[in-house]
């Protein structure tokens, strides 16, 4: 699996959400919906969820493992922080 296009669209409100991003896999699939979001321990990635009649939020689509999670995020918040510098760049 190659991720081949991540789009990055900032979050300028005040929230711990940073950005919402998409991905394309394999030039083939996308997920749409991932939040980037900054936490304690610094940023991270939320998969998209919908929620669910019990209250709680589920994830519509995710990694079935931690590696392939690992991968997905380090590309979208490494994408996320050049769209960061570049906007400094242009500013």
């Known amino acids: 699996m190659q ?3 991540v789009r990055v669209r900032k979050v300028t409100k005040e929230s711990k959400m ?10 083939e699939f996308v997920v749409h919906d991932i939040k980037v979001i900054e936490g304690e321990k610094g940023l991270f990635i ?23 999670r690992d991968k997905i995020q380090k590309l979208i918040l490494q ?5 960061l510098a570049e906007e400094t760049l242009e500013g």
Do not use: C, L, Q, W
Request: charge should be negative.
């Open 3 to 5: 991720i081949t296009d």
């Open 46 to 68: 939320a998969m998209p969820s919908r929620k669910a009649s019990d209250g709680e939020y589920r994830d519509i689509a995710h990694p079935i493992n931690s590696d392939t």
């Open 79 to 83: 994408a996320y922080e050049e769209s």
């Open 18 to 27: 940073r950005a919402v991003v998409s991905i394309t896999i394999d030039n």
